[in-house]
């Protein structure tokens, strides 16, 4: 039988899994995450900003705000990554985290000194910051392109236009846009299409002022002064202050052209030089013709009108047309002008009437005497314009020049001024002036010789009444010599007939010369009794060999 062990019996007890002493290191990271993901909500997001400059930009400093509150700060400036541009970082509030939506837009405020006054001085002493505009979309994103301007559709709400011209520069951001001389909006952008080769300029018209936009409006620059030259004289436009320094674009429906009562359903529209342009576009149908002239076309310009008895009823396209054709060369004496009738200046409604109704009117007027003829609008400048009217002129020739129809002209105006000039030189030139002056000067002399010889017989007469022997005569016989001696004494040098013919004759060479004189510049220049004198240059002697 074996011996029983003296040792107690084991316990046999389970280990626990985990000691509680672990539960100390697990409360803290659940303390540190809660502490990681707070910190990271009171921060806010993060935006990655695009600027064209940093000037006035400092990290830790320059703040983001809206309406003058506080939203982030600018965290990180660098270089683009082609160096064409600057990249910034900001850290924003958690307020704004919904503001950052995708139509959100951001601007660089500082002093500014611009045509609407001086804005931004308050960062004089603050320093730069950027301006937050929020947008209305619901969606948000964490890139933005910050504006070295503020965005004029940013501060107002409005509508957007899109206006075109053949040339760039005519307009700049922040230029009014105008109606009737009032500020309702501003160009807004500036670029250029190069598919279409023209310059497009985004306008934004602000509320209530949009209303005003209708699918019959022209847009047309507004310059501070515009002054015109033409055949009714010196127009002279003066615009307000902003434009005189800025310029600007204005628009209204033209005079004469129906108004729809909805507002503008279109956003694109043609941008035209001046408000004269506008209205030479209101009329779409005009038929082309040529006019060749005999005389010169000086002062004859594009845009000058064609009248008929003072309405103006068309304008000149093109002066000349073609000079010289393959041909003709300078044997071809007449100058070709193109013109223009409008359809619309001549019946009220343009639509009732064909061209080829206009046309066919016409042809049947040319037959009955109607021609185009050279008139002078203004003496002052000498610019020309196109008269039409009835001449009694020969029978009319349908014809055709480079494919245009040939529109009859007949000479008047200037060139049949100058032309009756020139008859007159010509006639003037043909009177014997010499011959006469000759025989007038001869006349003269032989009076200055009869009026000595009468001087010479009066002394002669006063030494015979002085004698003895006259002294005896009787009383009448010598009364008689005395009345003969003061008749004979009248034409003695110092007498009042002689001097008074002297004087006559010489008026009379005066007359002479200044008579030759005219007869010159008139045979010089047959207009100078109309436009003045010039004159000629001296000619210059020629080199020896």
């Known amino acids: 039988m074996p011996e029983q062990s003296s ?159 053949a040339e760039a520069g005519k307009l700049k951001v922040g230029d009014p846009v105008l109606y009737e001389g009032f500020t309702v909006g501003r160009v807004e952008k500036v670029s250029f299409n190069t598919e279409v080769r023209k310059a497009e300029y985004g306008l934004f018209i602000f509320e209530p002022y949009d209303s ?45 052209v129906a108004t729809s009562a909805h507002g503008a359903s279109v956003n694109h529209y043609p941008l035209y030089d001046s408000l004269a342009q506008v209205q030479e576009q209101l009329f779409e149908k005009s038929l082309d013709y040529v006019m060749l002239f005999d005389e010169s076309v000086r002062g004859l310009a594009p845009g000058a009108p064609v009248e008929y008895r003072g309405i103006k009823i068309g304008s000149v396209s093109k002066v000349p047309l073609g000079l010289l054709q393959s041909e003709g060369g300078f044997n071809q004496k007449q100058i070709p002008v193109l013109v223009k009738i409008d359809l619309g200046r001549i019946f009220d409604n343009e639509t009732a009437t064909s061209l080829d109704a206009l046309a066919g009117m016409f042809e049947s007027e040319f037959a009955a005497g109607l021609r185009g003829t050279l008139s002078t609008g203004n003496l002052l400048t000498g610019a020309l314009f196109i008269d039409i009217s009835f001449q009694d002129d020969e029978a009319y020739q349908q014809a055709q020049y480079t494919g245009y129809p040939v529109f009859p002209t007949t000479a008047g105006g200037v060139g049949e001024i100058q032309k009756q000039v020139s008859e007159l030189v010509k006639k003037a030139n043909a009177l014997p002036l010499d011959t006469a002056l000759n025989a007038f000067t001869r006349t ?91 004159g000629q240059q001296d000619p210059l002697p020629k080199q020896g060999d």
Do not use: C
Not at 212 to 241: C, H, Q, Y
């Open 7 to 165: 040792l107690p019996q084991a316990k046999i007890k389970p280990l626990r899994s985990l000691s509680w002493v672990w539960l100390i290191p697990f409360i803290a990271v659940l303390l540190g995450g809660w502490m990681l993901f707070s910190y990271s909500q009171s921060q806010g997001p993060t935006v990655t900003l695009h600027l064209t400059t940093a000037e006035g930009i400092e990290v830790g400093k320059t703040a983001i705000k809206a309406r003058n509150v506080k939203l982030g700060v600018i965290s990180d400036i660098a270089l683009s990554e082609h160096y064409d541009a600057i990249v910034a970082t900001a850290k924003m509030t958690p307020e704004a985290a919904r503001m950052l939506s995708e139509d959100a837009q951001l601007w660089v405020v500082k002093p500014r000194i611009g045509t609407e006054g001086v804005s931004g001085l308050d960062t004089l002493l603050s320093g730069a910051y950027i301006e937050l505009q929020p947008g209305k979309s619901a969606q948000t994103k964490s890139e933005f392109v910050v504006h070295d301007v503020p965005p004029i559709s940013a501060l107002a709400a409005g509508k957007r236009v899109s206006l075109t011209h």
């Open 212 to 256: 005003l936009l209708k699918p019959e409006s022209r847009f047309w620059l507004t310059s501070g002064i515009d002054m015109t030259l033409s055949s009714a004289g010196v127009d002279v436009n003066i615009g307000s202050l902003e434009t005189l320094i800025s310029g600007g674009v204005s628009f209204r429906v033209p005079d004469g």
């Open 444 to 534: 003269m002399e032989s009076a200055q010789g009869a009026a000595d010889s009468f001087s010479q017989v009066a002394q002669q007469l006063n030494d015979t009444l002085a004698s003895p022997a006259a002294q005896s005569l009787p009383a009448e016989l010598q009364q008689t010599l005395m009345s003969l001696r003061d008749t004979l004494g009248g034409f003695s040098p110092d007498s009042a007939l002689y001097q008074h013919s002297e004087s006559t004759m010489a008026q009379m060479n005066q007359a002479t010369k200044d008579l030759q004189s005219l007869l010159r510049k008139l045979n010089e220049q047959p207009n100078a009794l109309i436009f003045g004198y010039s």
